[in-house]
């Protein structure tokens, strides 16, 4: 795979997650695609040795942004690069576009980048929706505020007694309403909106070694006229119709 050194021009420190906006000439992203990521400037090197996935988590112009949890050394390396960024891609299959609303997009914990990318595309085609996000127990503040920011006019859920995907589709209410929910959270989330009745597009998370599909190491159960099989999330996915994952 191809890796394009894009310049970061801003970064924004949102509690534990880092937004980070870099030059990118490369091909157009779709939403719900996602780039492979690596340090580069100051700290490029082979140590950790795997790039990173990255959804998409908007694009405008020629400025790409990533939105991410700082977690590991990985992660940490690339939060405080200064000169640039490797990226990849854009890679997997995005989201299917609506050609009409209203739609609600439902995003989980830390889970909801996607979805900043896929709003604005939606705000393009002047297609009525809904954004709904998750914002887990003792989330900082600064995260909870990045987001505000991000998502003028979401709706923040706390996460409830009952767990997150109760608190949001209590919510969002009577799910009848919208023509379709396009979801990006964690598993427990993606089920609850795939169970909803509604036609869903879900966003998932898996370790991706490659991000190209031939290491196969993020293998999702599907649904296929054959019977069960597998398919690559970085290749078939990261986007599915609800009905094709087998929970």
């Known amino acids: 795979m191809r890796l394009r050194e894009a310049e970061i021009v801003s970064r924004e420190d949102l509690g534990s997650h880092r937004l980070l906006r870099c030059r990118w000439r490369g091909e157009v992203p779709s939403p719900g695609q996602f ?18 996935p990255f959804f998409v988590h908007d694009f405008e ?3 790409v942004s990533l939105l991410f949890e700082v977690r590991g050394r990985g992660t940490e390396l690339l939060a405080r690069e200064e000169g640039g960024l490797l990226l990849g891609g ?3 299959r995005g989201y299917p576009l609506p050609e009409a609303g209203p739609v609600a997009l439902v995003g989980g914990g830390v889970w909801v980048s996607p979805l900043g990318f896929l709003a604005r595309r939606l705000e393009e ?3 009525e929706h809904e954004v ?32 997150p995907p109760a608190a949001l589709l209590g919510a969002i209410g009577d799910l009848s309403r919208y023509r ?15 169970g909803a009745g509604v036609p869903a597009y879900l966003a998932v998370r898996e370790w991706m070694a490659c991000g190209t599909g031939a290491c196969r190491g993020c293998a999702v159960p599907v649904r296929r006229p054959g019977g069960l099989s597998y398919a690559r999330a970085c290749a078939e996915g990261p986007v599915f119709a609800a009905e094709e994952i087998a929970w």
């Open 132 to 163: 709904f996000l998750e914002v887990p127990a003792g989330a900082p503040e600064a995260y909870v505020e990045g987001l505000r920011g991000l998502f003028p006019g979401a709706e923040l859920v706390p996460t409830g007694p009952d767990g």
């Open 125 to 127: 085609l002047g297609v």
């Open 90 to 92: 854009p890679l997997g």
């Open 180 to 194: 379709a929910l396009y979801a990006s959270g964690p598993a427990a989330t993606l089920r609850a909106v795939a």
């Open 61 to 63: 112009g020629d400025v």
């Open 35 to 52: 780039l492979m990521v690596r340090p580069g400037g100051s700290t490029l090197s082979y140590d950790p040795f795997l790039s990173r």
